[in-house]
């Protein structure tokens, strides 16, 4: 099992910043990636960015430029550093861990609430 513990979210100004972080505990895969989704209402939910614990980044394209990933691997903490926010990024945020060691394991963050007011 693996918890994850999502903290950061709020309300913010157009053109403002927030940071996300995710923390992850538990049995921790020796290569795994974590990531952050979103799902704002009546939309599916969708990948903003994900790391594996070898630095590896995947961004969405609407996000690139503007946010930046990273991730502590001696913390398990993953973080979305969000800049330039726009009201269109209003979403809940969830973060997701995955590894395949001895099987697929697939875990999700409670979301945290990020508004853009324009």
């Known amino acids: 099992q693996v918890q994850l513990v999502e903290s950061g979210g709020g309300l913010v100004q157009a053109g403002g910043s927030l940071r996300l972080s995710c923390a992850a505990s538990?049995?921790?895969?020796?290569?795994?990636?974590m990531g952050w989704y979103r799902q704002a209402p009546g939309s599916q939910r969708e990948m903003v960015a994900t790391?594996?614990?070898?630095?590896?980044?995947d961004y969405a394209d609407s996000v690139k430029g503007r946010f930046t990933i990273s991730r502590d691997n001696a913390k398990n903490t993953a973080y979305l550093q969000m800049n330039s926010l726009k009201p269109e990024d209003t979403a809940v945020y969830y973060c997701?861990?995955?590894?395949?060691?001895?099987?697929?394991?697939?875990?999700w963050g409670q979301g945290t609430q990020v508004t853009v007011s324009s």
């Open positions: 790391i594996t614990n070898g630095g590896n980044t």
């Open positions: 538990g049995s921790i895969g020796s290569i795994n990636r």
């Open positions: 997701r861990y995955v590894d395949r060691v001895l099987g697929w394991h697939d875990y």
